[in-house]
């Protein structure tokens, strides 16, 4: 539900180690809602979401150190460098962690810059630069892929498939299609909505 | 299956915040500057527009540093959460394994270093100023010390609730003064019987006691204003 309409019922799907679950719809179909109920950090109007069989309102401090999530805002301070922001956002990395990620996502040279100097593609960058020094199970991201160019997409194309080949799991929403081998990506259609 | 790290503690994760804030406002000059000029210019105004005769000013001088400071407190909400809310950190916030509760405690302690300290330790510069004296200058800055951090904690609950709507301000300022107003006719009773040469312990206790029951409810009513906040 959103401002009185309905935008998914009766939706049901299961997450399980090891896959990717790609969320598909059109713009304006709950995408985002979809993901931020996921999340708990917008309630569901009805319905539960469950977390190794227990609602996630339960056991928000187990739940919060299961999850890796992304959103539309990249979550970044832009009065910090990228290195500040990481080691905030990542409190268990260490720094060598943190300088590796960046440097992997080619933000070597930034890191001493605050972030209001980089560029939407950059800020990106710093945000998914997370998703190398967190080792959590569950990544939630909505919309990884923007602003990103192609090199950086298939740096974290590859970053996704190797999480799922540890045993970690994905949701994302994306209009990209993905280039791996789409054997472990499951989709979830949320239906056009009805006018 | 992959093991999430070991996560550091509540209390490393109340510092770390305070520190990023600190780092952030530091950076962010007119953050902590603004309510600074502001109560320069209320202060320094009263006198052109009320009169230069030294008993007036002596007089009212308690009210009007105290109103100024209040009024400087209002000036800087959008620090608070605000940027936070836009950036997308306070999503992260709310998310993370750490208690919501020790997080806005140090979003607020933060504020209050980065807003209401400086504004109470220039208020007694200004108290000369206004030719206010000795024994309420001291008085003044005690008042300060222990009411703007309540102040703080109270602009920080409308702050919270308000957070999701553009603009929010004014509501803000709707729903914190009221709450504003014991802190103020106590802060400058106090200063006033200081003044007079009366006993202004009362005052000050009952400050205190209002600056720990702020200090202790009002993070509850700040996280679950968040939470309502972050929820549409």
Known sequence: MRDDAVLFSALSFQVEAGSITQIMGANGSGK???????????????????????????????????????????????????????????PEASVEACNLALRELGLSGFEDSPCYRLSAGQKRRVALARLYVQQRPLWILDEPFTSLDKNGVSKIEALLCAHTQAGGMVILTTHHEFALDSACVREVMLGTALC | MLNPHPLPSEGKAFVRLLMRDLVAAFRHRSDWMNPLFFLLMVVSLFPLGISPEPQILAKVAPGVLWIA???????????????????????????????????????????????????????????????????????????????????????????????GIRRGGLLVSLIALPLYIPVLILGTAAVVAAVDGFAYQAHLSLLGAMLALALVLAPFAVAASLRISLSN
């Not at chain 1, 979809?34 to 339960?58: D, H, N, Y």
């Not at chain 2, 400087?72 to 750490?98: M, R």
């Not at chain 2, 309540?150 to 409308?158: H, R, S």
């Open chain 1, 32 to 90: 985002t809602s979809l993901l931020r109920i996921l999340t708990g950090i917008m309630p569901a109007e009805s319905g539960r979401v469950l977390w190794f069989g227990q609602t996630i309102g339960k056991q928000r401090v187990e739940y919060g150190a299961a999850l890796t999530f992304i959103g539309h805002l990249p979550g970044i301070k832009s009065q910090l460098t990228p290195l500040e922001n990481l080691a905030w956002l990542a």
């Open chain 2, 69 to 163: 400071a209040l009024l400087s407190t209002l000036l800087a909400v959008d620090a608070l959460f605000l940027q936070d809310y836009e950036d997308g950190t306070l999503e992260q916030l709310v998310l993370s394994p750490s208690s919501l509760y020790l997080m806005v405690l140090a979003k607020v302690v933060t504020h209050w270093l980065v807003t209401g300290l400086p504004v109470a330790l220039l208020a007694p510069l200004l108290g000369i100023m206004l030719n206010l004296s000795g024994d309420g200058l001291w008085v003044l800055t005690l008042t300060l010390l222990i009411g703007t951090p309540t102040l703080t904690l109270i602009t920080a609950i409308g702050a919270a609730l308000t957070v």
